[in-house]
């Protein structure tokens, strides 16, 4: 059940379509970044795997608080 | 303040055999070499310090020895054997002469003596063009009428070799003011001198003249004067500006211990009876080795033993007050400096540093006042203290928070069991209030944080809030005298509401309290302090007391009473760097075998939670079976344990007692729900609630049913992710149907911000309105997303794709 099975679909449960990835903003401590992250092309929906927190946000978040 | 006082911290004070040994040198730093058996690169560090090494280390009379802290109790350390053994086991004794480019400056040195030579061959291996006039035909001064002489001297020269040094000799220099102008060579420059000679008439002139001439003293004091003299030298040539040379190191104001472990007996002891000690024969490596192992290396090394912080960081207190002055007064071209944030909210706050200090220099106090100041820059990060100011809120909300007096009118003690002790158990507090009610009836019991968390987390406003809450209780309830469980409450209520009396729980229990005989079966026990309990060595004594009472046989912990360390727990320093945390942990735990006997909740439940053995005092007094509760909370004991008895426990009991879990984040705040619920609907006829809510209006089914797997239950617990609050991630996913299906697995995912934090749940659904929830995590940074997904709003560069 690993996230990075990328065979896996997630769907918009409200919209019904298969989401993909798009750039998309995230902000902390005062510090803006982008990612390609899974969204609902329709209404925006977006999906983080638990694998993409742990490997790629967490780092960054920590690197953002203090060298 | 702060950097007043770190400029007399002694991290920089030589060790004591350096202050008698005219060359002033790192001689920790040739001990490591020695020990670590590298005698070449000990020998460098000698010869770069002594400058003729052989001569040197055969001439000198050891004045180190009687610096050194052993000479008194075993036999000193025999510093110059090392110094042979140096120069005998070296790969190679042959100088080492950089290419260093010549400086263009030339020096004149008056006398070939043992300080005209040391002078000379520093400059020349500086760089500096040298000439050295003597009056006689030869080099060596008095070191021609030793016994070895022959060989000193040959060693010199052997030094000099490749060095730009010219030898002017028989030349008596009477006007250094000639020589200097170069207008003169000295009276009988041309009795048979080089006339080519710098400094001769007719040549450049020379930038500095040395004097070696009139130095008293025996050889080696005449090698050392002679080197002292270059650095002031060199700085005049570079500067223009006269510089005295370095005073001598004073003798250093820290004290050594002199610890077990190292090898008993001496070298010279060993040389001597071997036969070996004749002359200046030179210890063979292995016992060199031995020797320099039995050196304390004399450092003052107080903080750097004692405190986790620098022992962790490898950070010297001058380098960590540096990191917090840029951080904290300071900001970069590219916005604010964030180089040791997570160095200021690692600190336990424990003290201990200035409790050691020779010079009481107060780190904490330091990261305490920088905690502040990153909160009132607004630079603080949130994430670092967001939980425990959230879990404080929820101890001081009316779901967990209450006051209860005599209806009457209040007594002479009002119970202050902390946010913790009835978080970690309620029984803790209901068994302990019971035990005083029954005692001194007219107790009230004021249930809520001490505010320690707002000052943890350098939120002053909050704090000054909290405390004033407090002190008003304090005057409603009528000035009662507090009664503490906790060190850490007993602490900061005597720090910031010195105003109010207090007594710790313990010291009322140790007077007439319980008996009993649990060394019978029982494994060994050490009581472990907490480190707020150094500031209550009374409170110290009475546990011990109780637990001697109780029949522990205790066996005593390295640290402890005045040198009590934290268990990782103060600080609030686990969300902002759990790695130190974790090591400061395993510090605590390697310190003892057996099960430890604390009196903190917070330090039984850190350690119970890494599988070690531990146990509150209370556990020992109120864990026992028996009958049935005669007193108001009845039914409610210690969890797990049969209710209702004063009787203490069996050791068995204590045994299951140690290992119990602590509970997760969840279930302390569920704790500390039932723990109000059971003093409310518990409470007396002649007993009132004051002030706020009664009974806690909290309703536990929430709006969905989740089911979580034990081993999630404890990952989220350690990340101090709250159930209700995934719960309620779960309601708005399925209240809004913002969530994802993942095809062919049955399950959905979604998130939800809730405070600072984005929290994402993976569940599926398996029954009407339960849920199993198969994931949880969460992230600090927060998503756009009301952007336009594709157009990011920030032109920032850091992409999060990327590694």
């Known amino acids: 059940m690993s996230d990075k099975d990328t065979s896996k679909q997630y769907i918009c449960h409200r919209c019904g379509i298969p989401l993909e990835p798009m750039k998309t903003g995230f902000s902390y401590l005062n510090r803006n970044f982008q990612a390609d992250i899974l969204r609902c092309p329709t209404c925006g929906l977006v999906y983080i795997p638990e694998d993409f927190v742990r490997d790629r946000m967490a780092g960054i978040e920590s690197r953002m608080e203090s060298k | ?803």
């Not at chain 2, 210890?283 to 192992?293: I, Q």
């Not at chain 2, 068994?431 to 009610?437: F, Q, V």
């Not at chain 2, 007993?687 to 081993?711: F, N, Q, T, W």
């Open chain 2, 1 to 803: 303040m702060f950097y007043d006082r770190i400029t007399e911290c002694l991290e920089f004070e030589p060790p004591y055999c350096a202050v008698e040994y005219p060359f002033h040198w790192d001689v920790n730093d040739f001990i490591g070499k020695v020990r670590r058996g590298n005698f070449t690169a000990a020998f460098r560090a000698y010869r770069n310090a002594v400058v003729f090494p052989v001569t040197v280390s055969s001439l000198c009379g050891a004045p180190c020895a009687r610096a050194c802290p052993l000479a008194g109790e075993e036999v000193a350390i025999a510093l110059n054997l090392l110094e042979r053994a140096a120069c005998e086991h070296t790969k190679s004794p042959k100088p080492e002469h950089f290419s260093i480019p010549a400086k263009g400056q030339r020096i004149a040195v008056i006398g070939a003596g043992p300080a005209g030579l040391a002078c000379a061959y520093r400059f020349a291996e500086r760089g500096y063009g040298v000439t050295v006039y003597e009056k006689t035909g030869r080099i060596g001064g008095g070191l021609n009428d030793l016994l070895d002489g022959e060989r000193y001297i040959e060693e010199i020269r052997s030094q000099f070799a490749g060095l730009d040094c010219d030898f002017v000799f028989e030349v008596e220099v009477e006007d250094i003011g000639a020589l200097r102008r170069g207008d003169a060579g000295g009276g009988t420059a041309d009795d048979g001198a080089d006339s080519a000679a710098h400094g001769a008439p007719g040549s450049d002139p020379y930038d500095a003249v040395y004097d070696a001439r009139g130095i008293e003293g025996d050889a080696i004091g005449k090698i050392a004067a002679g080197l002292a003299a270059v650095n002031p030298i060199e700085a005049f040539l570079k500067t223009g500006r006269a510089q005295n040379e370095e005073p001598a190191p004073a003798m250093p104001e820290y004290g050594v211990e002199i610890y077990a472990g190292r090898p008993a007996r001496a070298l010279a002891d060993i040389m001597r009876e071997r036969g070996e000690s004749s002359g200046d024969a030179a210890p063979g490596k292995d016992d060199a080795v031995r020797e320099a192992e039995r050196c304390l290396m004399c450092k003052c090394r107080y903080c750097t033993d004692s405190c986790d912080l620098i022992r962790f960081f490898k950070k010297t207190p001058a380098t960590m007050g540096e990191e917090v002055r840029v951080t904290t007064g300071l900001d970069g071209l590219r916005g604010e400096i964030v180089v040791a944030k997570r160095l200021i909210s690692s600190c336990n706050l424990c003290g201990i540093c200035k409790t050691v200090c020779p010079k009481n220099i107060d780190m904490e106090h330091l990261f305490r006042e920088a905690r502040e100041k990153l909160v009132d820059k607004g630079s603080m990060p949130w994430a670092f203290n967001d939980w425990f100011l959230r879990d404080m809120a929820q101890a001081n909300s009316g779901d967990a928070s209450v006051a209860i007096a005599p209806a009457s009118g209040a007594g002479g003690y009002a119970f202050f069991p902390g946010c913790h002790l009835g978080g970690s158990d309620p029984g803790y507090v209901l068994k302990s209030y019971e035990w005083l009610a029954a005692r001194w009836p007219d107790t009230s019991i004021v249930v809520r944080c001490c505010g320690v968390p707002a000052v943890w987390a350098g939120e002053r406003k909050l704090w000054e809030k909290l405390f004033g809450e407090i002190r008003d209780m304090w005057h409603t309830l009528g000035e009662p005298t507090f009664v503490f469980a906790c060190p850490t409450c007993m602490l900061t209520f005597g720090t910031y509401l010195p105003e109010i009396e207090g007594v710790s729980l313990y010291e009322l229990m140790a007077d007439g309290g319980p008996r009993g005989d649990l060394a019978r079966g029982a494994a060994s026990y050490s009581v472990f302090d907490p480190c707020s309990s150094r500031a209550c060595p009374d409170v110290q004594e009475a546990v011990r007391g109780l637990a001697q009472s109780l029949g522990f046989s205790l066996s005593p912990l390295p640290s402890g009473r005045d040198r009590a360390l934290c268990c990782s727990y103060g600080g609030h320093a686990a969300v902002a760097n759990p790695e130190y945390t974790q090591f400061v942990r395993e510090s605590r735990i390697a310190e003892g075998e057996g099960t430890y006997i604390t009196y903190c909740s917070n330090c039984r439940d850190i350690f119970a939670g890494e599988g070690k053995g531990a146990i509150h005092i209370l556990d020992a007094l109120f864990a026992g079976g028996g009958k049935p509760a005669s007193a108001p909370y009845g039914g409610i004991g210690l969890t797990g344990s049969d209710y209702g008895s004063d009787e203490p426990a069996s050791a068995d009991g204590l045994a299951a007692r140690a290992l119990r879990e602590p509970p997760t984040v969840t279930e302390r705040q569920e704790n500390r729900r039932r723990l109000k619920a059971s003093l409310v609907y518990g409470m007396a006829p002649d007993m009132r609630v004051i002030g706020g809510s009664p009974v806690p209006a909290y309703d536990p089914s929430h709006e969905v049913k989740l089911h979580i797997p034990d081993a999630l239950r404890r990952q989220i617990s350690r990340e101090y992710i709250l159930e209700p609050d995934l719960a309620a991630v779960v309601a708005h996913c399925e209240a809004t149907g913002d969530k994802v299906d993942i095809e062919g697995m049955g399950l959905m995912a979604g998130h939800s911000k809730i405070g600072h934090a984005t929290y994402w749940v993976e569940y599926r659904e398996i029954g009407v309105g339960e849920y199993e929830l198969t994931r949880a995590y969460q992230h600090r940074m927060e998503i756009d997303e009301d952007g336009t997904p594709g157009v990011p709003k920030t032109h920032e560069t850091v992409t999060v794709n990327e590694r």
